[in-house]
Each structure stands twice: as structure tokens, then as C-alpha cells.
């Protein structure tokens, strides 16, 4: 099942198609298709759906599962559910699920954001910590650092919490340039994860067009061929959009 953690670690900054270019509003409604692939081996496809909540909230649902020869492999889906809200210009994570099966393999990850006591409870196991502020989770991050591009920023700091601990997480944005996609000739910007040297860093494309959706990423690693996902297929941005409300005060 080592796949699917390399799929989310790969994917974790990858955020929904959630604005429209230089508008700041979302699609009511969205499904995006990747494939992730290795030394030219397709290993996995990943889909992700997103929605508009009644109360104001927004959704992302994603599933993982293994493709091509990997199929034969490995068996099993990794899953992952993030609610989040907007509130003036900020994102507040409420709730966050991670679910991986597969074999004799199970994980599984559920945070409760409170942000009236400042805390956050992982109900698997029953621990708390203390919300740093602008603290995020694997999802709501991607749409933290998508909407920091769309006001032009160049460099990212956020916590997040993982499941078992805060990390530091630190990206920069490095050039613009034009790549060749399945959705066409796009006008994209790129941002590199900062880490040490020698350590797994990812290098992420995002679609000006689309919001700064992400459309190709790489995750680089001495002495390892490079993880490659791209986007294949997406809709939605023909739908209604709507801007995301207060409705819930974190």
C-alpha cells in the first residue's frame, strides 16, 4: 500500500478546480481525473469531486486506486474528505477523513477542527493539540495557497496537521512558462515545495486559467525515478459558480 501514501504525499497539494480565474468564486459542482505515473508505468488514477455545502461549506471527496500493471499488484482504495469554509479571505478547516485499505493494511485519520477553543481532536486515537493560527489540513492547504497565487503572493507558509502532528509546510513560486496538457496549450505558474537537500520535494504547475489548478506535478527524489501526475479529464467550470459563504463561524 506504500502506492497510495506516495499518491496523497504526491497529490496532497493538489487542490479542486475551486476558482475561477480572477474571480475568487467556486464551481457548485466539480469532478477532476489524474493519473499517476512512474518511469513511464501508469500506477494509479486518482478522481476528486468537490461541492458547495447548504450551510456554506465546501466538500472534496477523493478516491485513489491502483491502474496497469500496479492493478495486479496491489488491491485496495485510499480515500480522503475535507470540509472547509472561507472567511474574510481565510480558510478555517472543520472537518478532515482520511481512509486506506488495502490487503491486511488499514489507516485511518478523522480531525475536528474547533476554532472557538482553538483545538483540534483526532478521533481515531483520541489526541488534541492546540490550533496554530492559519493552521490547515492536507486539502484545505491547496486551497489556502491557490487563492494566495491568485492575489499574486510568491512564497507560502502554513502548519498542518497530518493526523499525528503539525508540520511546517514552506513553497515558493519559481516561474511561468506554456505546457502542453490534455486540456490543451496552458499558460502555467510553478511552485516547488522548499525542503532540505536531499529530501522528497514536490514541483506542482498550476493553470492560470483554471483558478491555478494544478495540472501537472512531480515529485523529485535523489536516486528515484520521478513520480509524475497529470490531469486528464475535468468538469464543471461550465456550471454555476458560487461565492463561498460565513455561513459557519469558525
Keep these: 500500500m506504500k502506492l497510495f501514501r506516495l499518491l496523497f504525499l504526491s497529490l496532497f497539494l493538489l487542490p479542486a478546480p475551486l476558482l475561477a480565474a480572477d474571480e475568487g468564486l467556486l464551481p457548485e459542482h466539480f469532478t477532476a481525473v ?3 505515473s512512474q518511469a513511464g508505468i501508469t500506477l494509479a488514477e486518482l478522481e476528486r469531486r468537490g461541492w458547495l ?4 461549506s465546501y466538500i472534496i471527496e477523493s478516491v485513489a486506486e491502483p491502474r496497469g500493471l500496479a492493478a ?3 488491491d485496495g482504495d485510499t480515500r480522503e474528505r475535507s470540509q472547509w469554509i472561507v472567511r474574510n479571505g481565510r480558510v478555517f478547516p472543520l472537518r478532515y477523513r482520511y481512509r486506506e485499505r488495502g490487503g491486511d ?3 485511518n485519520i478523522e480531525l475536528e ?3 472557538e477553543k482553538k483545538r483540534v481532536v483526532e478521533h481515531q486515537s483520541g489526541k488534541q493539540w492546540t490550533l496554530p493560527e492559519n493552521a490547515q489540513d492536507q486539502t484545505s492547504i491547496q486551497f489556502a495557497i491557490m487563492e494566495r497565487l ?3 503572493d510568491r512564497e507560502f507558509r502554513y502548519p498542518m496537521l497530518d493526523g499525528k502532528r503539525i508540520k511546517q509546510r514552506h513553497y515558493r513560486v519559481t516561474e511561468s512558462k506554456w505546457l502542453n496538457t490534455r486540456l490543451g496549450k496552458l499558460e502555467v505558474i510553478g511552485v516547488q515545495e522548499v525542503k532540505p537537500e536531499g529530501k522528497r520535494y514536490s514541483v506542482f504547475w498550476c493553470a492560470r486559467r483554471y483558478g491555478y489548478l494544478p495540472v501537472r506535478i512531480e515529485q523529485h527524489k535523489k536516486g528515484t525515478p520521478t513520480l509524475v501526475t497529470v490531469i486528464e479529464r ?3 467550470f461550465d456550471l454555476p459558480r458560487s461565492a463561498l459563504s460565513a455561513a459557519i463561524n469558525p
Excluded at 53 to 56: L, T, V, W
Aim: aromatic share 18%; net charge positive; glycine share 14%.
Design 105 to 107: 493494511r488499514k489507516k
Design 234 to 236: 475535468i468538469t464543471g
Design 150 to 152: 491568485r492575489r499574486g
Design 72 to 74: 495486479w499488484i496491489l
Design 53 to 56: 455545502a447548504k450551510d456554506g
Design 34 to 36: 489524474y493519473t499517476l
Design 113 to 115: 477542527y474547533d476554532w
